[in-house]
Nanobody, 128 residues
């Protein structure tokens, strides 16, 4: 089970830190990702981190502004979001990748179908 939190209302240029708390035994063995879904749009990939936390991959739209990290001992995932823009407004979801290796590579990181357990989502609104 995944529980996302940390969303809210922030002005353009501001920052937010999203957290995802996991329960169960699979967290430390899974690549973990964040997705977002804006009203009227499909859910889209934001970032993913390997099981060990050594490697991360970001969508081009957030590269250089967002940082994904994890703490396997605490079973938590964090997404630090800086320089937020109105187009970052969406519901953000954390999710566990289905690969048993704890990695994903290239195209297998991006589709929602590659993730088999999801949090409930947290709203992020960027507006002045």
């Amino acid at each position: 089970q995944l529980q996302a939190s940390g969303g809210g209302l922030v002005q353009p240029g501001g920052s937010l830190r999203l957290s995802c708390a996991a329960s169960g035994r699979t967290f430390s063995r899974s690549a973990m990702g964040w997705f977002r879904q804006a009203p009227g749009k499909e859910r889209e990939f934001v970032a993913v981190i390997t099981f060990s936390g050594v490697s991360t991959t970001y969508a081009d739209s957030v590269k250089g502004r967002f940082t994904l990290s994890r703490d396997n001992a605490k079973k938590t995932l964090a997404l630090q979001m800086n320089s937020l823009k109105p187009e970052d407004t969406a519901v953000y979801y954390c999710a566990g990748h289905r690969s048993p290796t704890g990695y994903c590579s290239g195209p297998t990181c991006y589709p929602t179908r590659e993730y088999d357990y999801w949090g409930q989502g947290t709203q992020v609104t960027v507006s002045s």
